[in-house]
């Protein structure tokens, strides 16, 4: 068993997520960063790749200080679990997750990281190994569920999105398409990776919703079932 797993995401209408730089644009407007809060305030935790860590420094925090009383009234902590998924333990500790806001962190690792920075992050996250060489995906699942965590808000990046979706453990996908192009061969989208090499093999997607946020449209996906391995 494994928690509920849904991806969020902005991006252009090309279909980028950040510059070729890998650094990321403001795609969302006011209304789409609303949303965002809302669900990670509805979540029980919200998870990140290492990379989306070093290039945007993101706090994972829930912004409305309503949002933050109403967690406090259901007895929870004012922003849900923050999870990184960090293979070799590369994240720095001045890291803003470590930094901005109350509540508890969780840090994946691999058995390949080096003990000694694992040993620094212990300090200030509890630690999962899950994988040799690099994070189980879903041994990594399965031991935030045995933790209590029913529903998990991803938000990236583009290699994590890989992982979980061609292994099958994304349930819903929503992506904000923003009003602007970017472009760039080397610029990131929703989902890098290795890609898959048929038809028949592509992760399949039903459209569930579909409105438009001011300058932008909001579509929420669910994934199906996965007919052919990979």
Partial sequence: MRPFVFINSAMSADGKIASRERKQFRISDALDLDRVDDLRASSDAVMVGIGTIVSDNPSLTVKSEERKRLRREQGLDENPFRILVDSKARVPLTAEIFKKGEGKRIVAVSRSAPENRVENLRKHAEIIVAGEKHVDLKLLLIELKNRGIERLMVEGGATLNWGLISQGLVDEIYTFIGNMIIGGTKAPTLVDGEGFTSREKACELELLSMER??????????????KEPL
């Fill in 213 to 226: 946020l001011e300058g932008g449209a909001l579509l929420r996906w669910r994934v199906r079932p996965r």
